[in-house]
């Protein structure tokens, strides 16, 4: 069975930029969409950007478009979303989730704190 | 973009009661509709797709129906570990949209 174990967060100023990874084990990583599903302290969930299995169709989020990238690397089993401009109302935990007709297996998540 | 509206936002309730959470989308989304279970400091779980599917694993007191616009799930005898943050979330169209939740507390 895959998992999905979320890296590279932490504390950021406003403005700044951080590249969070994704990094899966299990088979067949490289048939599925990966989507960024975000949460801020206290507030629902927020789906974020989405990535297929080929890496030829993305989406985004209107609040995080032109700020937020999304991009895989399937030889290494990864996704990554390099985030940047970054917006106090962009902290919040950070998960990566697998779609296969709904967001069937997700991550820990990854906490990203922007400061001022 | 497709909104996501659950009712209600909080409930109380015991154990041993059946509880039903509402969700409904501004546009039709056919069966395209999962819920999921979250626990404080947890990532959410996956309970139920299309609709109606039962995830593998999740007992079967869980229950989804509808379609269109209209979504429910139901638990039907309410155990002490269901109590929790559940949501809704449209898989029809992209932006994918979550409901705003639907905390269940302990009564």
């Known amino acids: 069975e895959m998992q999905l174990v979320e890296s590279g967060g932490g504390l950021v100023k406003l403005g700044g930029s951080l590249r969070l990874s994704c990094a899966a084990s299990?088979?067949?990583?490289?048939?599925?969409?990966i989507n960024w599903v975000r949460q801020a302290p206290g507030k629902g969930l927020e789906w974020v950007s989405s990535?297929?299995?080929?890496?030829?169709?993305?989406y985004y989020a209107d609040s995080v478009r032109g700020r937020f990238t999304i991009s895989r690397d399937n030889a290494k089993n990864s996704v990554y979303l390099q985030i940047s401009s970054l917006r106090a109302e962009d902290t919040a935990v950070y998960y990566c989730?697998?779609?296969?007709?709904?967001?069937?297996?997700w991550g820990q998540g990854t906490v990203v704190t922007v400061s001022s | 973009d497709i909104q996501m509206t659950q009712s209600p936002s909080s409930v109380s309730a015991s154990v041993g009661d059946r509880v039903t959470i509402t969700c409904r989308s501004s546009?039709?989304?056919?069966?395209?509709l999962a819920w999921y279970q979250q626990k404080p400091g947890k990532a959410p779980d996956l309970l139920i797709y299309?609709?109606?599917r039962l995830q593998t694993g999740v007992p079967s007191r869980f229950s989804g129906s509808g379609s269109g616009t209209d979504f429910s799930l139901t638990i039907s005898s309410l155990q002490p570990e269901d109590f929790a943050t559940y949501y809704c979330?449209?898989?029809?169209?992209?932006?994918?949209?979550f409901g705003q939740g639907t905390k269940l507390e302990i009564k």
């Open positions: 989730a697998r779609h296969k007709g709904a967001f069937d297996i």
């Open positions: 299990g088979l067949n990583f490289r048939n599925f969409s």
């Open positions: 990535i297929n299995s080929g890496g030829t169709a993305i």
């Open positions: 546009h039709d989304i056919g069966y395209w």
């Open positions: 299309a609709a109606f």
């Open positions: 979330q449209q898989a029809k169209s992209y932006p994918r949209t």
